[in-house]
């Protein structure tokens, strides 16, 4: 990575779980991400569980970019008759993020073989937030927020921000 494509960048978080089942005592994807989150320095500000719908997801996100610019979304990226993150948030980005979602599958293929490519998880910039959209399984998130996110965060909001 070019250090000079990375600036110094106050980094706060905000972690939404999609689930119509999960409550924070069996929510552990979310509180997977946010003990990642945690453990690289990086502050919550805002945590939710919201229902498989639009309306409540774009709700959620809307709360979470007034307080966070790196907002996590999991759950709801497969291809159940329920999973609505995606449409419920890839019109909202500004820029999409396309080699998130390529680089997700790539590596989940490793884990769990061909069935990563039901995984539709997507990544953008809204009004210079990042936005990650990713499965809600616990292996997932962990892998999302370790290989993808945290190393390159800063280096995506610097750039989302000049």
């Not at 945690?38 to 809307?62: H, Q």
């Not at 970019?65 to 890839?90: H, M, P, R």
């Not at 073989?113 to 009004?127: D, N």
Request: proline fraction near 6%; charge should be neutral.
């Amino acid at each position: 990575m070019n250090k000079d494509h990375v600036h110094p960048f106050p980094i706060s978080a905000a972690v939404i779980t999609v689930s119509s089942t999960r409550v924070p005592e069996n929510d552990t994807s979310g509180t997977t991400i946010k003990k990642l989150l945690a453990e690289k320095d990086i502050p919550v500000s805002y945590y939710a569980i919201v229902p498989d719908r639009i309306d409540a997801i774009r709700d959620g996100l809307f709360a979470a970019l007034k307080t966070a610019n790196c907002i996590v979304i999991n759950g709801g990226t497969g291809l159940t008759f329920d999973d609505c993150t995606i449409e419920a948030v890839s019109p909202l980005l500004e820029k999409r993020m396309d080699g998130f979602g390529e680089l997700f599958r790539m590596k989940s293929l490793a884990q769990i073989g061909t069935s990563s490519m039901l995984s539709r998880a997507v990544a953008g910039i809204i009004h210079g937030k990042a936005v990650f959209c990713i499965p809600g399984s616990t292996p997932a998130v962990t892998l999302a927020t370790t290989e993808l996110i945290l190393p390159e965060i800063t280096h995506i909001l610097s750039h989302a921000n000049r």
